[in-house]
Structure formats: C-alpha cells, structure tokens
C-alpha cells in the first residue's frame, strides 16, 4: 500500500464547475500538506501549503486536511480551461528533519469550454 | 527574480553510460533536492543538499550521486544508465534544509535507449 493515495483521473468538468480532489495517506507523521500544478511536459508549481488539520484559502482555490480521517482536499472554483492540468498533492512528516516530500501519483483534471 | 533553473532539457542516452545534470536554486535558496518523475507518476525523493554535504536520500541505489556548489548550484549524477532511468529529473529548490515550501525546476527529460 502507498502511503499517499491519489485517484489518477481523468476528471472531465465544464467550465465554470468546481473542481473537487482528494489524497488520502496512511501515517499521521504527516502534518504538512502541499498541492502542485502540473503542466503537460512542465514541473510542478506549488498551488498552495497548510500545517496540521483545518482549511486555507488563495483566491479560487481552497485546500482542507482532515487528519482524523488521513484525508486532505483541494476546491477549484469557476473553473477555466487554462486548470486542465495534472494535480499533485504532497506531505511531509513532522519527524523529518530534512525535506522528503512524498508525492501522490496526481490527478488530470481536463475543462472543456 | 530568477526561478530554479535546470539543464540540459532533454538528453539521449545509451544503456551503461553516465549523465550529469545541473540545477541553480532560486534566489535566496540554499537547499536543493532532486526528484525522479516516471510517465504517469509523482514525483519520487532522490536525495537533498544543504550546506554541501546529502542530508537525505531516498530509496535509490548508489549509482545515483550528487554534489551541492558553494553557489548553492547542484549536479545530480547517473551512472551505468539503465532503460528505467527514463524519466523526468526535478530539481526543487528551497530554504534551511527542513523546509516542506519546495519549489521545483522544468526538469530534465532523459531517455536511456
């Protein structure tokens, strides 16, 4: 089993839908949560960051960590066609001294006019 | 204010040979940390440099080695190159060395024919 689960995708929405992803992971150790933007054939830019449990919003987008439940959710609002990317979520544990971050495999999000 | 750069691009290699890849963190970084992307994956931890020394290492084996410059600057190197190397390397840079904040390169695209 991986300690980050992510559902590959595809997720289809029109424009204008909110765009709903999850990761789920294994080991409370981890207490930060990262999301990424993935552009075909790019890196991965950081969306947005969150500590421990509770939620954080940056203009369309939210992000949600349920530590209870090991679950962590990112919200695109009104979406457009220029979010059809592949979406990574990212964790670190707190026990760790240095920077691992360990990745889900990511989800493709594609939105169609 | 320049981003984390990576090069070269793309590179082309033939199975049982070496490759060197470079990496400049973004301004004010001093930690760099290098990831390997396979079609499809998330990113998976190489290893991280700080203060030029590897501070952490991932599960890889020891034909992948690195070095960390003065200038913060960094070289991920491959040897005897197998066909499952063939994948997106990502260079994230960040900083102090613990920091979950990682930003991350364009990557560097090699294949191993």
């Known amino acids: 089993q991986k300690e980050v689960e992510q559902d590959p995708g595809p997720l289809s929405v029109p424009e204008g839908a909110i765009v709903s992803l999850n990761c789920t992971y294994s080991?409370?150790?981890?207490?930060?949560f990262m999301w990424y933007r993935q552009y075909s054939r790019k890196g991965p830019e950081l969306l947005m960051y969150?500590?421990?449990?509770g939620n954080k919003e940056d203009g369309r987008f939210t992000a949600q960590v349920d530590k209870s439940s090991k679950y962590i959710s990112l919200f695109i609002r009104d979406s457009q066609p220029s979010d059809s990317a592949t979406y990574l979520c990212a964790m670190k544990m707190t026990t760790d001294s240095w920077g691992k971050l360990q990745f889900g495999a990511g989800t493709q999000v594609v939105v169609t006019p | 204010d320049a981003g984390v750069t990576q090069s070269p691009t793309h590179l082309i290699k033939t199975r049982g040979q070496q490759v060197t890849l470079r990496c400049s963190p973004k301004s004010g970084h001093d930690t760099v940390s290098w990831y390997q992307q396979a079609l499809g994956q998330g990113p998976q931890f190489i290893f991280q440099y700080y203060e030029e020394e590897e501070r952490q290492r991932g599960n890889f084996p020891d034909r992948f080695s690195g070095h960390q410059f003065p200038n913060y600057s960094s070289e991920l190197n491959v040897n005897a190159l197998l066909l499952g190397d063939s994948a997106l390397y990502l260079c994230?840079?960040?900083?102090?060395?613990?920091?979950?904040?990682?930003?991350f390169g364009p990557g560097t695209r090699l294949t191993v024919t």
């Open positions: 080991n409370s150790a981890f207490q930060y």
């Open positions: 969150t500590y421990s449990s």
């Open positions: 994230a840079s960040s900083s102090g060395g613990g920091s979950y904040e990682q930003y």
